[in-house]
């Protein structure tokens, strides 16, 4: 029973874990898709 717990304490750990990764991932590619909109207006003009 304790290793249930422990192992199920750990699985949600990296589950926090991936997701704060994620986020991070996505803050990146909303920002270069930011950059390449503004590049793109810049060049429209």
């Known amino acids: ?3 249930l717990i ?3 304490a750990a699985a949600s750990a990296l589950l ?3 997701c ?3 986020a991070g991932a996505g ?3 909303q920002a ?3 950059a390449v909109t ?3 207006e810049d ?3």
Do not use: E, F
Request: glycine share 4%.
């Open 1 to 3: 029973m304790r290793k």
């Open 6 to 8: 422990v192992l199920a």
């Open 16 to 18: 926090v874990a991936s």
């Open 20 to 22: 704060n990764t994620l």
């Open 27 to 29: 803050k990146d590619v």
């Open 32 to 34: 270069a898709g930011k």
């Open 38 to 40: 503004s590049t793109a």
């Open 43 to 45: 060049a429209k003009h």
